[in-house]
């Protein structure tokens, strides 16, 4: 597709559960970000990859959450033993990585997550 | 905690009325970019300034770069209800990938 893919869009989820959330980035684009978007809040860094260096892993909230990226292209982010403060939008971005002051980044629709 | 702080929270105005969104920040930042995000979808960049008192305009969309990189402002002149979303600041500090982003102000322009 030629934008940022998000799946699913909706997850509903009892705590304790695991989840995983997958995005596709657009093709071509080295860089690769999560963040998470509760309600009324701006967006929360969560974490980045950039080609083949290891990821900034600074935002993760806690070591129930990781992600990797396969391939240089797809990620999942993964949380372990959800818990109703992990319920929130998480948004995935990709760019071309440049490194430039001026890099776009585009961003999926999102994946609201919903812990009961 | 925010290192961006936005201002107005929420902003509903008519058609045909100017409105100013801002972000200030005691950080200094390398660059800053201005998204707008409706419901149900992600962010969309609208633009992105570098140097301190830039100002760039995007049709009836001005924003502007403090001179310290630590605050800017977006202008909307003659507001139409396309321009209803939350508009979001996000600074890069020493890492790109690290976006700041600002709590956001939800404008709703009504016909």
């Known amino acids: 597709g030629a934008g940022v893919s998000q799946s699913p869009s909706n997850k509903v989820t009892e705590k304790g559960k695991d989840v995983e959330l997958r995005c596709d980035p657009i093709?071509?684009?080295?860089?690769l970000y999560w963040y998470r978007q509760s309600l009324g809040q701006g967006l929360e860094f969560l974490i980045y990859?950039?080609?083949?260096?290891?990821?900034?892993k600074s935002g993760l909230p806690s070591d129930r959450f990781s992600a990797e990226r396969t391939g240089g292209s797809v990620s999942t982010l993964t949380i372990q033993r959800t818990q109703q403060e992990d319920s929130a939008v998480y948004l995935c971005?990709?760019?071309?990585?440049?490194?430039?002051?001026?890099?776009?980044?585009?961003f999926g629709s999102g994946t609201q997550l919903s812990v009961l | 905690t925010q290192l961006l702080e936005q201002s107005p929270q929420f902003l509903s105005i008519q058609e045909g009325e100017n409105l100013t969104v801002y972000c200030n920040s005691s950080?200094?930042?390398?660059?800053l970019q201005w998204y707008r995000q409706e419901p149900g979808e992600g962010p969309v960049l609208l633009v992105t300034?570098?140097?301190?008192?830039e100002v760039k305009k995007l049709k009836r969309l001005t924003f502007q770069f403090g001179d310290a990189r630590k605050d800017s402002s977006l202008h909307i002149t003659a507001a139409q209800p396309g321009d209803t979303g939350l508009y979001l600041c996000?600074?890069?500090?020493?890492?790109?990938?690290?976006?700041?982003f600002g709590a956001g102000t939800q404008v709703v322009v009504t016909p």
């Open positions: 971005a990709s760019s071309l990585g440049t490194g430039l002051l001026n890099e776009k980044l585009f």
């Open positions: 300034v570098v140097t301190g008192g």
């Open positions: 996000a600074g890069a500090t020493d890492s790109w990938g690290k976006l700041q």
């Open positions: 990859f950039q080609g083949n260096s290891a990821p900034d």
């Open positions: 093709s071509g684009h080295t860089a």
């Open positions: 950080s200094v930042f390398s660059s």
